[in-house]
């Protein structure tokens, strides 16, 4: 049983998934619709434009090293993001991001095992 269970850690099974693992460091997150992502009302954080092209390239180069942390409004249907605004603002903004994750972010809740 526990044999069975280290194979399918070691190998899991194919699906939609699988392919975006493959190209982003955060493998063990949920692929989330960016659209039913929305900010919070406290980010306090600002980045100048220079910063914000690196993080584009970085993500275009090595793909997502940082999931979107987010908390789950459930009567809104929606994740609230707690930390990766940035991130969110690259797929949200960005075509070719958009293209290479199929229009979803890596989102990562606190508290959550993995997925």
């Known amino acids: 049983m526990i044999a069975e269970a280290l ?11 699988d392919d975006l693992r493959k190209k982003h460091p955060v493998s063990e997150v949920r692929w989330v619709p960016i659209g039913v992502v929305e900010v919070n009302d406290y980010n306090p954080n600002r980045v100048a434009q220079k910063e914000m092209k690196l993080l584009v ?3 275009l180069h090595d793909g997502y090293t ?6 789950r409004d459930e ?3 929606k994740y609230v993001i707690v930390d990766g605004f940035h ?4 797929c949200k903004a960005n075509k070719e ?10 989102d990562r809740r606190p508290g959550q095992g993995h997925q």
Not at 9 to 17: E, G, I, N, R, W
Not at 66 to 71: A, L
């Open 7 to 17: 194979q399918h850690l070691a190998h899991p099974s194919a699906d939609s998934s």
């Open 97 to 106: 991001i958009q293209a290479m994750t199929g229009g979803d972010g890596p």
């Open 66 to 71: 940082q999931p979107i942390v987010t908390v």
């Open 87 to 90: 991130r969110y603002y690259s």
């Open 75 to 77: 009567k809104a249907g």
């Open 57 to 59: 390239t970085s993500i």
